[in-house]
Each structure stands twice: as structure tokens, then as C-alpha cells.
């Protein structure tokens, strides 16, 4: 018995499949919806992006760049997600009652350091370390006790350009 010859499919005889294999790829609201309240939750975006039924990581960040209201909705979640952030930092704090082990101790306080120097650079202006640059004279001179101690500088300035150094003591402008 011969087998009837097969029928070979051009362009408009092909059929699309309607259920693709894969994760989605198309602009979902709902899709949407659900990654930024699970990122305002403090969720990374690559824990969420491995689960199944969520875009990759490379299909959200293009969605970003594409869709300007997603990028609004991402980045307010995301400091929405720095502020749980903060917070669960006492949870993991807490957490730790007598009797733990020191390795449990130890992952906590990684856990805490952690999420301390994320915020310190995600959010730099709320959780960043402040330095006081603010100058002051904790030295109660007069203004006769300023203006002769400026003399003695001046003088002491003068002296080392006389004798070809840099007042350093000993040094000269051929010793450096």
C-alpha cells in the first residue's frame, strides 16, 4: 500500500498556534498590575520575573523604555518596595531571640547589612550616611589676636620663598 504524497503548506496555509509555548511577551495591564505591587512589597524584580507566567527580566525593561505609564507605575513601586524594604529590616532584627544559632545570627545581621547598603545607595538623601561639613570657630580670638597670628604666617610664608623652600623644615624646592 503507497502512502499518498504530502501536501506541501506555503505562506497562507500555515496556521499560528493560539497557545504558545513560552512566557507572555504582549503588554498585559494585569501582568502589570501584579509586578509592581509585588515590587512595592519589596520583591526584586528577578525573583519575580522567575516565576512562571511573568515576562522575563529582558521583556519587562523593554516594556519600561516602551510604555511610559509602566515606567511611572515601576518607579513609583520601587520606592514604595525601598520603604518595605526598610522596615523589614527590624522584622529580620527582631527576629533573632536567645537561644538562636550564631550562623542564624550571623545570616541576619548579612541580611540587615545588606538591605542597610542597598538603601544607602538606592535612596541616598533618606538612608544615606550625613556628613557635617559645617565649619566652626571653636577658638574665641580676638580680631588684634587673628591679624597677628595671619602675620606670623605671612611672615613665616615669606621667609621660605627667601630661602627657596617650601617651609617644610629642612626641605628645599630641589629636595622634593
Not at 533573632?96 to 538623601?125: C, F, H, P, Q
Request: charged content about 40%; overall charge negative; proline content about 3%.
Amino acid at each position: 500500500m503507497k502512502k499518498p504524497p504530502k501536501k506541501v503548506l506555503k505562506g497562507k496555509d500555515i496556521k499560528k498556534k493560539s497557545n504558545p509555548v513560552g512566557r507572555p511577551t504582549d503588554y498585559c495591564e494585569e501582568t502589570v498590575t501584579e509586578i509592581c505591587v509585588r515590587l512595592s512589597c519589596g520583591e526584586s524584580l528577578r525573583s519575580i520575573c522567575n516565576d512562571s507566567g511573568i515576562p522575563t527580566f529582558k521583556t519587562v525593561f523593554t516594556w519600561i523604555h516602551k510604555y511610559p505609564e509602566f515606567l511611572q507605575q515601576y518607579t513609583r513601586a520601587k520606592e514604595m518596595g525601598c520603604e518595605a524594604m526598610a522596615e523589614d529590616i527590624f522584622d529580620i532584627a527582631d527576629g533573632n531571640e536567645d537561644g538562636k544559632e550564631d550562623e542564624d545570627i550571623a545570616r541576619s545581621r548579612l541580611r540587615v547589612d545588606t538591605r542597610k547598603w542597598y538603601l544607602s545607595k538606592i535612596k541616598a538623601k533618606k538612608y544615606g550616611e550625613r556628613l557635617d561639613l559645617a565649619v566652626t570657630n571653636n577658638d574665641d580670638m580676638t580680631e588684634e589676636e587673628i591679624d597677628a597670628r595671619l602675620k606670623v604666617l605671612e611672615d613665616i610664608i615669606n621667609k621660605a620663598r627667601a630661602d627657596g623652600t617650601d617651609g617644610e623644615e629642612g626641605e628645599t624646592g630641589s629636595d622634593k
